[in-house]
């Protein structure tokens, strides 16, 4: 039989590359999002502005298509969200609110904080019964979901004064840092030498963990009856921990990339921009929640340094789309997500020895 012959024009190829996007592909959205936040938070407006731009068009195309897939391939749509990857539909969400809110959006960000409240419990549920040892770093999205939706319920708690809404937050918040240690139990730790990039978010998760409990304390600054000063100390003394851990992972995973470099693009790039961009983010917002002055300077480097890994997946991923490539496993180590495999973030399946 002959083989089939590859897409000629550029739209063909482009439609492939598309048709073959694993549910990650939303860490691109987190990533994009976590950006202008960060950029918002040290005065670089216009900056913030155009990546917000940015954010909710690429948000919007992933809707459409998460919907086709629903009504069109169902049985796709069914294997996809029991994989990690699908809860970046949840976390994308919740980062597009966080930062509509601080434009004073506040009736679209309460609109996508429903949204994200209605798709985290079963997507949860579908990939929470499928953990298992020895997983990729995606098993961490569980936390990072459900921390963002801690964040963008603090925040809107902030503005509109609404009492429930930030003790539901507070749930949240100690409900993912029970995520964090059962996707710990599950981790790989062999992937900080091997992963293809969504290593990166098992420093993220502790980081969007600190960015949950920063806002959480500044809802306490503007209503101080939310809680006692008991509960508030215990809160302040956690997200230190949790900021100053994150970094420590950052840290980590820095000096593994330079001692067993990935320079080659794969999607799940996106999801190492994510937790670089998170923890730059977590840091400027505990400097100010906590009042740590040397954490808003922290912050500010790790900001640029998460704005320069952006640009430089971004090239990566216009040219894979322009040549028609695979969105997801091109070079990976260890030989695993051959091209076309579509391994992405959102990989369960337990890998076996190297």
């Known amino acids: 039989m002959p083989a089939t012959s590859p897409p000629r024009t550029r739209w063909a190829r482009l439609r492939v590359w598309w048709a073959r996007r694993p549910p990650g592909d939303g860490a691109a959205v987190m990533a994009t999002g976590i950006i202008s936040v960060g950029l918002h938070e040290t005065g670089h407006e216009t900056l913030s502005r155009i990546a917000l731009v940015l954010t909710a068009v690429a948000?919007?195309?992933?809707?459409?298509?998460f919907v086709v897939r629903l009504l069109r391939e169902r049985v796709r749509w069914l294997a996809e969200a029991c994989t990690p990857g699908a809860l970046t539909a949840v976390a994308a969400?919740?980062?597009?609110g966080t930062r509509l809110t601080a434009l004073g959006r506040q009736e679209v960000a309460e609109a996508l904080l429903a949204l994200s409240a209605v798709l985290w419990p079963g997507l949860l549920f579908?990939?929470?019964r499928h953990f298992r040892p020895r997983m990729p770093g995606a098993v961490f999205l569980g936390c990072v979901a459900t921390q963002g939706l801690a964040v963008l319920g603090a925040v809107l708690a902030t503005v509109t004064h609404a009492d429930w809404l930030a003790h539901t937050a507070l749930v949240l918040f100690w409900l993912g840092i029970v995520l964090y240690v059962v996707a710990l139990l599950c981790f790989d730790f062999r992937e900080v030498a091997t992963g293809a990039g969504d290593h990166w978010i098992a420093g993220g998760a502790l980081a969007i963990s600190a960015l949950a409990g920063s806002k959480l304390i500044a809802a306490h600054h503007v209503n101080v009856y939310l809680w006692n000063d008991d509960d508030s100390g215990v809160l302040r003394a956690v997200t230190l921990a949790l900021a100053v851990l994150a970094l420590g992972w950052y840290g980590v995973l820095v000096l593994a990339e330079l001692g067993w470099p990935r320079p080659r693009y794969d999607v799940r790039r996106w999801a190492t921009v994510f937790p670089m961009g998170m923890t730059a983010a977590a840091a400027l917002s505990v400097a100010a929640a906590a009042g740590v002055p040397w954490l808003r300077g922290t912050g500010q480097v790790l900001l640029?340094?998460?704005?320069?890994?952006w640009l430089a997946v971004a090239a990566g991923a216009v040219a894979s789309a322009a040549g028609g490539g695979s969105s997801g496993g091109e070079g990976t180590p260890g030989g695993e997500g051959s091209p076309g495999s579509g391994e992405s973030a959102g990989t369960v399946r337990s890998r076996g020895p190297r």
């Open 304 to 309: 640029w340094i998460a704005v320069a890994a």
């Open 93 to 96: 969400t919740t980062v597009l």
């Open 59 to 65: 948000w919007l195309g992933l809707a459409a298509d």
């Open 126 to 128: 579908l990939v929470v």
